[in-house]
């Protein structure tokens, strides 16, 4: 039978060296927020029961972590006294009775569910307490795995350990998974006798061995156990997670030409054999099928590309964008939500905000889809095989009907009926002479001024 588990994340931190205005855990990663990183993990363990220990921005905090699939409760830690202290504020969580009540951090967004299973595995085959840890060249400020004879024998903190424990670089990584039957009963024995006076979650182990317990340790990579303090550290955690994603998403059989350049984001997703060039940007709800190209210096966010499409290069794809397949939104174009038709082409310097672009239709150079009247939004529908001259301005509600020809430089306010042409646009007059009498009154003028 598979065993209960619940995930208690600590989150209650103050986050001070941020300096922000909200909690840490609140800041995104790969545009989402820590919190929602480490539920998302927890959800794809199979661990279905979360206890949240918030402080700060409680609410926020809270609502960042709602993640499908998972139970969380939320519990107030109102005094920051110490990771032991705060694992026991979801006291009554725990008190429920799970095989394994697994300890993370809320500020550690790249574990994946590997070290969790890892950790549960232990507790599976006997052990009362299993941490993990990891090997680093900068161990300073971490807890150190102390080791005897292949056993864990306890965590150290860096303020409480002597000079030769300091120089142990196998640290805790805060993850931790303990019994559950008797989790309660060995939080309970933590005290705050320490260099900083607070309740360490790491004198587990040696509460556990003194008990005639087993502890025991687990290695896990470096590059998942990172946590944030700091803008700085921060920008470190984007860094790998975005390593590890475009490696991920190439080999999976996506094409990057600078993958070091192309940002993802956390729900990003790209089908076989699309072209990412260099300088692209993807916000968060993107989808790209399969064999689109994404060109130089693009930004999708909230997008739908199809199969075939091309975009960019220099375009922007707003929410609600969706380019059916082998359509084309070409340099400087911006698209907002609107339904390109198959293989219709918006090629260069467009707004089309608002709209239905049917199939095959061609929307020439500069045309705006003037979708905004100051006070409400408007819909601009074009239909299929239409063709829009450069520059035309089409003042929505308006709708262009199939096979319809609008002239370049059209002011379109008015319905256009399928297979109708329309002008909308002042008469041109041409008046002989005009410009070279204005030329050569304008050179007299110069030179009586010269002369003067
Ligand atoms: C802790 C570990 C250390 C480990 C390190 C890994 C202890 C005593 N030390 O140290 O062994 O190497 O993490 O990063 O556990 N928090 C609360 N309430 C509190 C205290 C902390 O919610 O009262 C949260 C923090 O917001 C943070 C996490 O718990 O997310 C860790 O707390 P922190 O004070 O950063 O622990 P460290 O000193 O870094
Ligand atoms: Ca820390």
């Known amino acids: ?112 569910a590997g070290p969790f299973a890892a950790a549960r595995a232990q507790l599976a085959a006997g052990a009362d307490v299993a941490v993990i840890g990891f090997h680093t060249d900068r161990p300073t400020g971490y807890g150190r795995l102390l080791v005897e004879n292949g056993q864990l024998v306890a965590i150290r903190e860096e303020k409480d350990a002597t000079d030769e424990e300091r120089k142990v670089t196998w640290c805790n990584s805060g993850i931790m998974a303990i019994n559950g039957r008797k989790a309660l009963q060995l939080l309970e024995k933590i005290d705050n006798r320490n260099a900083k006076g607070e309740y360490y979650l790491t004198d587990l182990v040696e509460i556990v061995r003194a008990g005639g317990g087993r502890a025991v340790a687990v290695d896990a990579p470096e590059t998942e156990m990172a946590g944030c303090n700091n803008r700085a550290e921060l920008a470190v955690l984007e860094r790998l997670w975005q390593e590890r994603r475009r490696q991920e998403v190439m080999l999976s059989g996506v094409t990057m030409i600078a993958p070091e350049t192309v940002f993802l984001a956390y729900d990003t997703k790209l089908g076989q054999d699309t072209m990412i060039e260099p300088n692209v940007v993807f916000g968060p709800g993107v989808t790209v099928e399969s064999g689109a190209v994404i060109h130089a210096f693009s930004h999708l966010e909230g997008a ?94 308006v709708s262009i009907g199939n096979g319809a020809y609008v002239g370049s430089g059209s002011v379109i306010t008015e319905d256009v009926p399928a297979d109708a042409l329309a002008l909308g646009r002042g008469r041109q007059e041409n008046k002989p002479e005009r410009a070279k009498v204005i030329r050569e009154r304008a050179i007299a003028f110069k030179a009586e001024k010269t002369k003067g």
């Open 1 to 112: 039978m598979s065993r209960t588990c619940l995930a208690v994340i600590l989150a209650a931190g103050d986050s001070t060296r941020m300096k922000s205005s909200m909690s840490k855990v609140l800041h995104p990663v790969a545009g989402l927020p820590m919190i929602g990183h480490v539920m998302r993990t927890v959800a794809s363990a199979g661990i279905a029961d979360v206890a949240l220990v918030l402080g700060r921005d409680a609410d926020a905090v809270a609502k960042a972590a709602t993640v499908e699939g998972v139970n969380a409760r939320t519990f107030l830690q109102t005094e920051r006294l110490g990771t032991g202290h705060a694992v026991l504020s979801a006291r009554a969580a725990i008190a429920d009775g799970f095989d394994d009540v697994l300890v993370t951090y809320g500020d550690a967004p790249l574990v994946t």
């Open 304 to 397: 739908h590309v199809s199969s075939g499409a091309t975009v960019g290069p220099f375009a922007r794809l707003r929410p609600g964008a969706n380019l059916a397949a082998q359509s084309k939104v070409g340099n400087f174009c911006e698209v907002k939500k609107a339904e390109i038709g198959e293989g219709a082409k918006i090629n260069h310097l467009t707004y089309i905000g608002d709209a239905i672009v049917g199939a095959h239709t061609n929307i020439g150079a500069g045309t705006i889809t003037c979708n905004y009247d100051g006070i409400n939004k408007h819909v601009t529908q074009i239909g299929a095989n239409a063709f829009i001259g450069s520059n035309s301005s089409l003042i929505a509600p």
